[in-house]
């Protein structure tokens, strides 16, 4: 299986005044056109997606949408998962996508620290490995066999800027 792991878009910054329920931040205008772009960057590389998973909140659910549109997905193929929240737990995760959501070519949209921790815990079978996702970042694991530990091979791992610069 491919396993896709990008980071939401550049969002509003936190506000409780503006933004009471931090889940309902959206991204700005500029991260809205910078994921675009990034997402066109992923279909000229010939990336394939089969389903998406997406954090609940607003700013990865834009994020996801956007995704899911520049690589052609029908609307049923984005689905809200809580885990992808922010302190969901990977191996629940882990567990609910073998479950549930086994595809060849799977994407994950979620949250900083959580996804590095996740690349981390596929790489290396713990969280301690330094991994850094951008915003708007995405990460490649090839993996055989999904497992809640060491189980996955970096392919790749693009910052923003190098997409926006295809």
Do not use: F
Request: net charge positive; glycine share 6%.
């Amino acid at each position: 299986m491919r396993l896709y792991l990008l980071r939401h878009a550049i969002a509003g910054e936190r506000d409780a005044e503006k933004y009471p329920d931090d889940g309902q931040r959206p991204l700005t205008k500029a991260g809205t056109e910078k994921m675009i772009k990034i997402a066109q960057a992923l279909s000229k590389m010939d990336v394939k997606i089969d389903l998406i998973l997406s954090s609940p909140l607003l700013r990865a659910r834009e994020t996801a949408e956007i995704a899911r549109k520049q690589l052609s997905l029908k609307k049923d193929c984005l689905i809200l998962v809580d885990q992808l929240a922010p302190l969901g737990e990977p191996s629940q995760l882990i567990s609910e996508i073998q479950t549930k959501y086994i595809r060849e070519r799977l994407l994950l949209v979620g949250h900083e620290p959580d996804l590095s921790n996740l690349i981390s815990l596929l790489l290396s079978g713990a969280t301690a490995l330094p991994v850094t996702m951008k915003k708007g970042g995405i990460c490649c694991l090839s993996i055989d066999q999904l497992a809640a530990g060491k189980c996955a091979t970096l392919e790749w791992l693009i910052n923003p800027g190098q997409m926006l610069s295809r």
